[in-house]
């Protein structure tokens, strides 16, 4: 079972930063894309960032891009999600999911995710 656990999240004001942490629970994250969604309240959850299995591809959603920053680290079997420059709009439950490839569908289940709250 292909199981991650969502962390860092927290209650931060406007433009300021936090580091999520998505680690594997019983594999190695080697072999796969790892990608980060969010779903704020009302809202469908969408796409926010993704990771190739070797670091050497990422892509970010528009709304995140030149704010938000990606990166593994496979010895530790960890993937973050710098955040800076933070925005209200950015309030959400964060998950992240386990991938083939970054095109590719999720292939684990949702876990708990980290709850991101941006307000003053």
């Known amino acids: 079972q292909l199981q991650l656990v969502e962390s860092g999240g927290g209650l931060v004001q406007p433009g300021g930063s936090l580091r999520l942490s998505c680690a594997a629970s019983?594999?190695?994250?080697?072999?796969?894309?790892i990608g980060w969604f969010r779903q704020a309240p009302g809202k469908e959850r969408e796409g926010v960032s993704c990771?190739?299995?070797?670091?050497?591809?990422?892509n970010y959603a528009d709304s995140v891009k030149g704010r938000f920053a990606i990166s593994r680290d496979n010895a530790k079997n960890t993937v973050y999600l710098q955040m800076n420059s933070l925005k209200v709009e950015d309030t959400a439950v964060y998950y992240c999911?386990?991938?083939?490839?970054?095109?590719?569908?999720?292939?684990?289940?949702w876990g708990q995710g980290t709850q991101v709250t941006v307000s003053s």
């Open positions: 999911a386990v991938h083939y490839f970054c095109s590719g569908p999720r292939v684990n289940d």
């Open positions: 019983g594999f190695a994250l080697d072999y796969y894309a």
């Open positions: 990771i190739s299995s070797n670091g050497g591809s990422t």
